[in-house]
């Protein structure tokens, strides 16, 4: 749905099993699919205040904490153009899109 709406944001809860997922710095991934890169995933981006809330309600790393778990999470998804960098860190001009639900309240998410 969110990739037919784009670029416009498609709200709602959105259920998924954690299969997947990483930091990145401070952010927080979640994916729903083994392969971030597939286009059936849908990628949890979690802000950090909300992934130390997180962290706190799990008892430690989500990712690990919440793998193979069903999860809830209400938001806004919205297709991401996601750029392909070269070994120094420049665009390539190669690019795929993700699903993305932003996540800036632990709240926002629940466990099943």
Excluded: C
């Excluded at 749905?1 to 299969?19: C, I, N, Q, R, S």
């Excluded at 962290?55 to 690990?64: A, I, L, N, Y």
């Amino acid at each position: 749905m969110a990739a037919d709406a784009a670029p416009k944001e498609v709200e709602g809860v959105f259920a998924l099993t954690v299969k997947a997922g990483g930091w990145q710095g401070k952010m927080l991934y979640l994916n729903s699919e083994f392969d971030y890169r597939d286009q059936r995933n849908l990628t949890i981006r979690i802000y950090p205040e909300a992934a130390g809330k997180l962290q706190e309600r799990v008892g430690g790393d989500p990712v690990r904490g919440m793998y193979d778990k069903a999860i809830l999470v209400k938001g806004a998804a919205v297709r991401t153009k996601i750029l392909l960098l070269d070994d120094a860190g420049k665009p390539t001009g190669k690019y795929y899109y993700q699903t993305h639900v932003i996540v800036r309240d632990d709240e926002q998410i629940s466990l099943r």
